[in-house]
């Protein structure tokens, strides 16, 4: 009952040690991932590895689950092997005195060559491990999309689709599980037969030897002796083919703590790849010749420099899949200049946003751009995180870093004629997901207000006005343009024509026109163009009047 008190106290505390152990196993593991995940730097990684590389599908199953795993398993691994390898080394030491050393080596050598026997035999349970968590990673993307996706989803009914493509990935998971499980069944027959038995059996003919055979030093012993001897051997055989078993054990642990490291090493590969430029896209073209053509075209790198203009020379507009879009684009914007950029679906003006933001790479020719603060986004949708409504308006800023007041954000509120909100939501700082609460308009709003706080150089909007009125419209972009913020908008609306002094228009086959813009000019050219195309449709009708009267 003594040594009970510290025994007690020592296994708590190694239980203790090793749950202590697996947490700073993660946090350091995860705050070296998070740096190179979300790194300080113009490179958002976290953007590239799931849009521009396919070799990572769920960086958020290994930054979250697999990391645990991993943690968890390193840490064990000392708990597991230390002990046991002690207990082999110590009772084997005193089984060798006691049966002499050549039979402790005989009896070494059969178990070292079961053991490899057992080893051969072992199935690649780290590999096992590893394609589990990725089956799994993957079932649980499933879910996570069909939650993104909800309300388009519902709208349309389509929730015994989704329901097929979670039973296919959740039977695809379970298939495989099965067949693990089948393979450590079998593993397992051989497994317990050679540590359990074989070893055993074989021990324990080794130390029957001096009961039933004279050997040299044990010549005066009598029966009673050699029986008690007998009984020694045993307890000192089962200890040190228990530790030994342990040890065998463990090696499926390893295996498994392999499967996980593979898992997380895989991540810092490819997010070391990513940050020296080298991606690995599946690339989708629509021949083979203009595969290979792509394909010079995305070998190609191009040169990216910082200054006061937006300058593109000879910039190939290249999409992750690896469809040329525009072969070379070249055009300046000189700040207090304005331009609209309009064209089809699929000519490249989205791109060319990405590739001015630093989110696509440049594939050739050289590109000035300003540094990243200088150049504020504005998406048709703007993302709201979940905070205070003063974090709205101030994102990506910090409330510490925010050095405006309550009174001067409720003025820029009132711009966009949104300044009641504060007063309905219960004050600044209500925490809300924004997203769900606020309409499309009034989030466009405050994407609006967010962008009259930070006062950028440059603007980049697409399609931002959407979902409001003409009247905040104007005001909108009369208000950016007092503040001496350059546009680049792109909208297929002629009310905005008026803003800009120039005009990047593509023509969706890879061609497009880059001049000045004179917005009343175009309005008229607008107008005859309608009114031509009216007479147009008209023609068939005439036609078959002109017959009528010839007819006559």
């Not at 050549?102 to 060559?113: C, D, T, V």
Request: charged share 20%.
């Amino acid at each position: 009952m003594v040594v009970a008190v510290p025994a007690t106290f020592t296994n708590s505390i190694l239980q203790y040690l090793q749950g202590s152990l697996a947490l700073r196993y993660r946090t350091r593991l995860t705050e070296h991932i998070l740096k190179q995940y979300l790194p300080d730097s113009e490179n958002p990684v976290y953007y590239s590895i799931h849009n521009l590389d396919d070799r990572i599908t769920n960086a958020d199953q290994l930054i979250t689950v697999d990391v645990l795993r991993f943690a968890t398993s390193l840490s064990s691994l000392y708990p597991n092997l230390a002990k046991p390898l002690l207990d082999m080394v110590l009772y084997s030491w005193k089984l060798s005195r006691n049966i002499g050393g050549e039979n402790l080596f005989l009896i070494g050598s059969a178990i070292q060559l079961s053991a490899y026997v057992l080893r051969v035999l072992t199935p690649p349970f780290g590999k096992y491990v590893a394609e589990e968590a990725q089956l799994e990673g993957d079932y649980r993307f499933q879910h996570s999309r069909l939650i993104e996706n909800s309300e388009e989803i519902a709208l349309y009914g389509g929730h015994h689709v989704e329901k097929t493509v979670l039973d296919k990935s959740y039977f695809t998971l379970i298939k495989y599980v099965n067949y693990v499980l089948r393979k450590k069944l079998y593993h397992g027959f051989l497994e317990d037969f050679i540590i359990k038995y074989f070893w055993g059996a074989l021990g324990l003919t080794l130390c029957a030897i001096p009961v039933f055979f004279k050997i040299p030093g044990g010549a005066g012993l009598v029966v009673a002796d050699r029986a008690q001897g007998f009984v020694t051997n045993r307890r000192l055989l089962l200890s040190s083919s228990d530790a030994f078993g342990r040890i065998m054990f463990s090696y499926k642990e390893v295996a498994q703590l392999a499967g996980y490291t593979a898992r997380v090493s895989s991540l810092l590969d490819v997010m070391d790849d990513i940050n020296s430029g080298r991606y690995d896209k599946n690339l989708v073209s629509s021949s083979e010749s203009s595969a290979q053509s792509h394909e010079i075209t995305l070998r190609g790198q191009g040169e990216v420099q910082l200054g006061p203009d937006i300058v593109f020379h000879e910039v190939p507009i290249v999409s992750p899949n690896g469809d040329v879009l525009v072969k070379k684009l070249s055009f300046s914007v000189k700040q207090g200049h304005h331009l609209l950029i309009v064209g089809p679906n699929g000519c490249g003006k989205s791109s060319l946003f990405r590739i001015l933001g630093g989110l696509w790479p440049v594939h050739g020719g050289s590109l000035t751009r300003p540094p990243s603060e200088d150049i504020f986004y504005i998406p048709q949708r703007p993302y709201l995180s979940r905070g205070s409504l003063r974090q709205q308006i101030i994102y990506p800023n910090s409330e510490a870093e925010n050095t405006v007041s309550d009174e001067e954000l409720l003025q820029i509120l009132a711009i966009v004629q949104i300044d009641d909100i504060v007063q309905s939501v219960g004050g600044w700082d209500v925490e809300r997901e924004w997203r769900e609460d606020l309409s499309t308009g009034v989030q466009q709003r405050i994407a609006m207000a967010r962008l009259f706080y930070h006062k950028p150089k440059f603007a980049i909007l697409d399609e931002c006005t959407s979902s409001v009125t003409l009247d905040i419209e104007t005001i909108m972009y009369t208000h950016a343009k007092d503040l001496g913020i350059s546009l680049l908008t792109v909208s297929h609306r002629s009310s905005l024509w008026k803003y800009h002094n120039l005009i990047l228009q593509f023509d969706g086959s890879g061609g497009y026109v880059f001049t000045d813009l004179d917005a009343e000019k175009r309005l008229k050219l607008e107008e005859e163009k309608l009114a031509l195309d009216m007479n147009l449709r008209r023609v068939p009708e005439w036609e078959e009047r002109l017959e009528m009267i010839q007819a006559l």
